[in-house]
């Protein structure tokens, strides 16, 4: 168990999962200050764009094959 633990552990520490790890922190505090009744705030519109701008598209293709 100890040894697949120690395999995993460069996938949880590494840049794209830190990076996702804070992108959802991120995208949970802008939807939980959204009241979800009217227009998603401008901050969190902004976030999203940004967000997806600098998405990876060759990872998720990699992931997907």
């Known amino acids: ?3 697949g633990l120690a395999r995993m552990r460069p996938h949880d ?3 794209g999962t830190l990076r ?3 992108a959802k922190r991120e995208i949970e505090a802008l939807v939980a200050s959204w009241d979800g009744e009217r227009e998603p705030p401008a901050a ?3 976030w999203a764009s940004r967000f ?3 998405w990876r598209l060759d990872s998720v ?3 997907s094959s």
């Open 20 to 22: 996702a790890m804070d």
């Open 13 to 15: 520490e590494s840049p």
């Open 1 to 3: 168990m100890l040894e």
């Open 52 to 54: 997806l701008a600098s």
């Open 61 to 63: 293709l990699e992931a």
């Open 44 to 46: 969190m519109v902004d």
